[in-house]
């Protein structure tokens, strides 16, 4: 299941639209490392229930290894891997930094409205109350998919990115 996962997942690299498919925003492994339950749950299964954290790490060793290889002829899937971030995912032993994650989930900076600690996100909303309906109340939701050190977002976000 890795390998087709991998197959498919790589298609805009081979099609060198991206270099890495994390960047492609309609690939399940993008939607994985943004957070949609459902794409992270896909990898979990892959990897017989793993936690999320050793599933993708598994799956960031398998597909990165088969996209730095070039594959099919010459006018057609070209891209590939580049060898420095093939490199770096197995120094790593695929595990996603934490940086990384941050930067995959930057939709928080902007769906999200805010992110910060609770205290700084009620001065915001505070500060810009008449941007919110009077029903709004002043709640804030923890950031979800990893351990972000109690970060929190002025809005929930359960809006499906992807569909």
Aim: proline content about 3%; aromatic content about 10%.
């Amino acid at each position: 299941m890795a390998t087709v996962a991998a197959y498919i997942d790589l298609n805009a690299v081979r099609s060198e639209q991206v270099e890495d498919p994390a960047d492609y925003r309609f690939c399940s492994y993008a939607a994985a490392m943004g957070g949609k339950a459902s794409a992270m749950a896909g990898y979990r299964l892959i990897y017989g229930g793993r936690p999320f954290s050793e599933a993708i790490a598994a799956y960031r060793l398998c597909m990165f290894g088969k996209g730095a290889k070039p594959k099919g002829e010459l006018d057609k899937d070209r891209g590939v891997i580049p060898l420095d971030k093939l490199d770096d995912v197995i120094r790593r032993g695929g595990k996603v930094e934490v940086s990384e994650l941050l930067r995959r989930r930057v939709r928080y900076f902007s769906d999200g409205m805010g992110i910060g600690s609770k205290c700084f996100l009620k001065g915001l909303y505070e500060e810009n109350r008449e941007c919110f309906p009077d029903s709004r109340k002043a709640r804030f939701a923890s950031m979800k998919g990893s351990d972000w050190g109690g970060l929190q977002v002025v809005r929930d976000l359960k809006v499906d990115l992807f569909g």
